[in-house]
């Protein structure tokens, strides 16, 4: 078995490293398996522009559909469409909003992007180098945040759950399951 810290060829099965003292990990046994831990989704205010815009649209559609307006004749056909814009962009907002989840298991953190065509990024937890809360003003007040959690793999690789529900019970279940994940 090599040594993980110091790259150290050791004994099969030993406990520790014989040069450096760094536990050794053991294979994981074939009857363990991996099991679901947290499922995270950003927040509805994440995507609070889009359902703006629509209410926006539709009622500017139904003004146009039901308004008085003086000397301006209208046609019907606009406030419809302008009716079914905001309508669609309701929709799509919903849409976006169920695009984007993040999953803890007892050994990775998957990050799922993409409704037709996706994108998978997974993270063993045993790489997780740290894991940072940031919470704007805004967020504050509703009691959102992001959670970013940093690789040891590499210096640019992270991921971020952003805009999620309680983000300090969300990187505290993500230390534990690191730390139990070590041990």
Same mark, same amino acid.
């Given at each position: 078995m090599?040594?993980p810290?110091?790259?150290?060829?050791?004994?099969?099965g030993?406990?520790?490293?014989?040069?450096?003292?760094?536990r050794?990990?053991?294979?994981?046994?074939s009857?363990?398996?991996?099991?679901?831990?947290?499922?995270?989704?950003p927040?509805?205010?994440?995507?609070?522009n889009?359902?703006l815009v629509?209410?926006?649209l539709?009622?500017?559609?139904?003004?146009l559909?039901?308004?008085?307006?003086?000397?301006?004749?209208?046609?019907?056909?606009?406030?419809f469409a302008?009716?079914g814009?905001?309508?669609?962009t309701?929709?799509?907002?919903m849409?976006?909003?169920?695009?984007v989840?993040w999953?803890?298991?007892s +050994?990775r953190? /998957?990050?799922?992007?993409?409704l037709?065509?996706?994108?998978? @990024?997974?993270? &063993?937890l045993? %790489?997780?180098?740290?894991?940072?809360?940031?919470?704007?003003?805004?967020?504050r007040?509703?009691g959102?945040? +992001?959670v970013? /959690?940093?690789?040891?793999?590499?210096?640019?690789?992270a991921? @971020?759950?952003? &805009?999620?529900? %309680?983000?300090?019970?969300?990187?505290?279940?993500?230390r534990k399951?690191r730390?139990?994940?070590?041990?």
């Amino acid at each position: 078995m090599r040594c993980p810290q110091c790259g150290n060829d050791n004994q099969q099965g030993a406990a520790f490293c014989s040069r450096c003292g760094t536990r050794m990990f053991a294979p994981k046994p074939s009857a363990v398996r991996e099991y679901a831990l947290a499922t995270y989704r950003p927040s509805l205010w994440y995507y609070a522009n889009g359902f703006l815009v629509g209410g926006v649209l539709i009622a500017f559609g139904g003004r146009l559909l039901y308004g008085k307006f003086q000397n301006i004749q209208i046609p019907n056909q606009a406030g419809f469409a302008v009716l079914g814009l905001g309508v669609l962009t309701w929709i799509v907002t919903m849409i976006r909003a169920r695009t984007v989840s993040w999953s803890l298991t007892s +050994d990775r953190l /998957i990050e799922k992007r993409g409704l037709m065509a996706s994108r998978r @990024r997974e993270m &063993e937890l045993a %790489d997780i180098r740290s894991v940072e809360v940031d919470k704007r003003v805004f967020q504050r007040m509703f009691g959102l945040g +992001d959670v970013t /959690i940093a690789s040891a793999a590499s210096a640019d690789y992270a991921i @971020r759950l952003h &805009e999620i529900q %309680d983000p300090d019970n969300a990187a505290e279940t993500i230390r534990k399951a690191r730390l139990k994940r070590m041990a």
